[in-house]
């Protein structure tokens, strides 16, 4: 069963920044694409970023140019540096990893951006 752990979440005034980590473990075959979402109060759940195993990256187009998806060497861990936080921002944020066309999910950590 693979999991998905994420980290770095909290509390941050607006124009701050702020990096979240998610590392993932237990899977027996390579992990694909990985990826961020995040759900506000009151709001469906949005994909924020995602990266392939190869390195291509994909945005929602309000946080372009803010915020930057990454993963790490061994391809398990996938980081999502925030800065030029607005309120409109604050949300559960949850890590995604693809392995086998399945798509398995972190519990999310919740960010706060005030204003």
């Known amino acids: 069963q693979v999991q998905l752990v994420e980290s770095g979440g909290g509390l941050v005034q607006a124009g701050g920044s702020l990096s979240l980590s998610c590392a993932a473990s237990?899977?027996?075959?390579?992990?694909?694409?990985m990826g961020w979402y995040r759900q506000a109060p009151g709001k469906q759940r949005e994909l924020v970023a995602r990266i392939t195993r190869g390195g291509t990256t994909d945005y929602v187009d309000s946080v372009k140019g803010r915020f930057t998806i990454s993963r790490g060497v061994a391809k398990n861990t996938v980081y999502l540096q925030m800065s030029s936080l607005k309120p409109e921002d604050t949300a559960v944020y949850y890590c995604?990893?693809?392995?086998?066309?399945?798509?398995?999910w972190g519990k999310g950590t919740l960010v706060t951006v005030s204003s």
């Open positions: 237990g899977s027996m075959f390579r992990i694909n694409a």
């Open positions: 995604t990893g693809e392995v086998m066309g399945a798509v398995y």
